[in-house]
């Protein structure tokens, strides 16, 4: 087969040019230290060990500032600790979540709230609850055989 001249030329090219944009976004990434976004204030933890964890040794609700708040959850293949959340209406609440077994997924239905639950990870969220109400808590990713029976609620009072 006969590939013309500058067809080559502009094959080399365009390899070259990917492997410059890859290089850089490369070299990008590590000089900023950028990471996937996840797990600021807590870190890693031994999803075997969350019972002698803080805080996931003590799961709940607490105020953490004038009118701050932090849910502190850990999420099981199928259910939530605690199993059901009570925050006030106004105030900031951070959502602290990890999981003790397999990856699944924390969403606040009708809300922005939803991030992934990861063994050994510790996803934070922040969010405001403006109006008392009653809200869906649901696990939205696959997760076994009682995945579609992985919800709950979370009252705003
Ligand atoms: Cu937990 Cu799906």
């Known amino acids: 087969m006969h590939i013309h001249r500058l067809e080559k030329i502009w094959m080399v090219f365009g390899v070259v040019m990917l492997a ?23 870190g890693k933890v031994d999803p075997e060990k969350l019972a002698e964890t803080p805080p996931f040794d003590q799961p709940g609700v607490y105020q953490v500032g004038e009118n701050e708040y932090e849910a502190v959850i850990i999420m ?21 979540i990890t999981s003790s077994d397999v990856v699944h997924g924390f969403e606040i239905v009708g809300t922005t709230v939803n991030l992934m639950a990861i063994p050994g990870e510790v996803n934070v969220v922040s969010y405001t609850f403006d109006k008392p109400g ?11 055989i009682g995945h579609q029976a992985m919800y709950t609620k979370l009252v705003v009072t």
């Open 76 to 96: 099981y293949a199928f259910g939530f600790t605690p199993n059901e959340i009570t925050v006030p209406a106004g105030a900031k609440v951070n959502f602290v």
């Open 134 to 144: 009653e809200y869906l808590i649901l696990c939205n990713e696959y997760c076994g």
């Open 20 to 42: 410059v944009f890859l290089a850089v976004l490369g070299v990008y990434a590590f000089s900023m230290g950028l990471q996937t976004p996840h797990s600021h204030a807590y």
